[in-house]
């Protein structure tokens, strides 16, 4: 038995405006100078903010602008106290 598959239906059209548009990349500078990817985050240019954005980040100087403006966090992800099972 064989499948049929639509490629333009209404749920492959609604995943297209979760693929990325563009990519932050963050990188640490190692000591020998070669860098290492630590993480990158999707843009999305269906909202006002990812729109606006994808398109600043694309002008000369605004990447170096923005980090200007960063600030960086670490949380870890579960802070949850151990649970005593009683065993």
Do not use: C, T, Y
Not at 31 to 41: E, L, N, Q, T, Y
């Amino acid at each position: 038995m064989a499948f049929a598959f639509d490629n333009q239906s209404s749920a492959s059209q609604s995943n297209e405006k979760w693929k990325a548009s563009a990519f932050l990349n963050f990188w640490l500078r190692r000591p020998d100078g070669s860098r290492v990817k630590i993480g990158a985050i999707p843009m999305h240019d269906n909202k006002e903010v990812g729109k606006a954005l994808i398109a600043r980040l694309q002008e000369e100087g605004a990447v170096e602008a923005m980090m200007k403006l960063m600030e960086v966090d670490f949380q870890l992800a579960n802070k949850a106290e151990p649970v005593n099972l009683g065993f």
